[in-house]
């Protein structure tokens, strides 16, 4: 069975800094999809960024960025620049085939 | 375009009592998830829909649990009755087929809290 896991429970970074969340996953598909979403508080979880398994160049969303390793399962998301706005809980999902398979997140929160 | 639209956002009620909630995803959006989301975990699927058929409810606890999407666009999860451990978010969210690239699109989720 697949699984997502963040070891960050939390993480603090100031305003206009960049930061790091940590995702690794098992699965042993190699067709598979990747992705980050956010969820601020009281508020609707929306898609940050996706990573397709097959695709070798890191996805890139303006000031969202991934490091996809498949080698060593891992799929970090990098904020750079990083905004008040930014502060939320960060969940990595790992989807293959039909389902969705969340970890269990990483509350970020961004200093002035 | 709109987004998923779920209600009510709030529902508070006293263990054993039924409760439903609704669901609408976005418009052409033929797939439908129910997730359950405890405080502090990622959200866990209940159930998927593609149009009326529900092609995996394999987590759905369906001694208390069902869920129906009559004509394949709106649809409702109850629960009956209600225990204390069913105390979270739910979340219903959409994504057009195929869904194994297409990004689930959330709504804001119901919050249950029973007494």
């Known amino acids: 069975a697949q699984t997502v896991t963040q070891s960050q429970p939390e993480m603090s970074v100031q305003e206009a800094e960049t930061v790091t969340l940590s995702c690794t996953y098992d699965?042993?598909?190699?067709?598979?999809?990747l992705f980050w979403y956010k969820q601020p508080p009281s508020r609707q979880m929306i898609l940050v960024i996706r990573?397709?398994?097959?695709?070798?160049q890191n996805a890139t969303e303006n000031r969202f960025s991934v490091n996809f390793q498949k080698a060593a399962k891992s799929f970090s998301l990098k904020i750079s620049d990083s905004q008040l706005g930014d502060a939320a809980m960060y969940f990595c999902?790992?989807?293959?085939?039909?389902?969705?398979?969340f970890g269990t997140g990483t509350r970020l929160q961004v200093f002035p | 375009e709109a987004g998923v639209v779920q209600s009510p956002r709030y529902k508070i009620i006293e263990k054993k009592q039924p409760v439903a909630f609704w669901c609408n995803p976005i418009?052409?959006?033929?797939?439908l998830y129910w997730y359950l989301q405890n405080l502090g975990q990622g959200p866990e699927l209940l159930i998927r829909?593609?149009?009326?058929?529900?092609?995996?409810d394999s987590q759905l606890p369906k001694d208390r649990f069902s869920a129906e999407r009559l004509k394949g666009v709106d649809s409702t999860l109850k629960i009956q009755p209600a225990e204390l451990g069913d105390s979270a978010v739910y979340l219903c969210?959409?994504?057009?087929?195929?869904?194994?690239?297409?990004?689930?699109?959330f709504g804001d989720g119901t919050r249950l809290s029973i007494l």
């Open positions: 969210a959409s994504s057009l087929v195929p869904p194994n690239n297409q990004p689930q699109h």
């Open positions: 699965t042993s598909e190699s067709d598979y999809y």
């Open positions: 990573q397709e398994a097959y695709k070798q």
């Open positions: 999902a790992f989807y293959n085939t039909d389902k969705l398979i």
């Open positions: 418009s052409g959006h033929n797939t």
């Open positions: 829909y593609e149009n009326e058929e529900a092609v995996d």
